[in-house]
């Protein structure tokens, strides 16, 4: 079975620092990975997809098969960037190819 | 994103009652999925449904059930509600190549008291 895994629930940075939210994952086939990001009253929403290979808000994940992990990263944070971000996993293909696995989520907040 | 619906939006039960949950949807998507939401442990998957006959348990479906009664709705029952199911419920639809892209409803903040 798969699991993600987002060790930190809460982080606080300070405008203009860099920022890392990470995830790892366990999963024996070949996964999908993605971020989901909640901001204040708003519906969760797909930030980046793996395969994808794009920023977008300024954010980068890049897949480490070797580490298991998928961190999300921007060089520099903004006060708009607080929210929650949920990293998921999707197996590729198959059967259940489109069911998500969360992970606990980490709330962002960027002070100014 | 208005194409997906959650009704009631805020929900206060006592246990025991029977409650029902509604999603519905206008993006013609052929799958649909409910997730309760926990602080500390994220979205965890009720149900999913890949298409109006098909119906399949997610992680945590024990105490709840569902009906797909049209390809655009999607219902959440708890049949017997007890205080360890208050939470944030959330809908979500997608189509089935579009890989892990979900569309999520606003949600419902269900209270058992």
């Known amino acids: 079975a798969q699991r993600v895994t987002q060790p930190e629930k809460l982080l606080s940075v300070f405008k203009g620092a860099p920022v890392e939210l990470k995830c790892n994952y366990s999963y024996s086939g070949s996964p999908e990975l993605f971020w989901y990001v909640q901001y204040s009253r708003q519906r969760l929403q797909l930030l980046l997809r793996h395969i994808s290979r794009e920023s977008i808000k300024g954010f980068t994940a890049d897949l480490n098969k070797g580490e298991t992990s998928f961190h999300l990263k921007k060089p520099f944070a903004q006060e708009e960037d607080s929210a929650m971000y949920y990293c998921?996993?999707?197996?590729?293909?198959?059967?259940?190819?489109?069911?998500?696995?969360f992970g606990q989520g980490t709330i962002l907040t960027v002070h100014p | 994103d208005a194409d997906v619906t959650q009704t009631p939006r805020n929900r206060i039960t006592k246990t025991g009652k029977r409650i029902m949950l509604e999603c519905s949807q206008t993006?013609?998507?052929?799958?649909m999925y409910w997730y309760r939401q926990d602080p500390g442990l994220g979205l965890r998957l009720i149900y999913y449904?890949?298409?109006?006959?098909?119906?399949n348990k997610g992680e945590i479906s024990d105490g709840y059930s569902v009906s797909r009664q049209a390809q655009a709705k999607f219902s959440l029952s708890l049949e017997s509600a007890i205080p360890n199911q208050t939470a944030l419920y959330f809908c979500?639809?997608?189509?089935?190549f579009g890989g892990g892209e979900q569309y999520f409803g606003p949600g419902t903040r269900l209270t058992v008291t």
């Open positions: 998921a996993l999707s197996c590729a293909g198959g059967t259940s190819y489109g069911k998500l696995t």
């Open positions: 993006k013609g998507h052929d799958r």
């Open positions: 449904s890949f298409d109006v006959k098909d119906i």
């Open positions: 979500a639809t997608s189509e089935p």
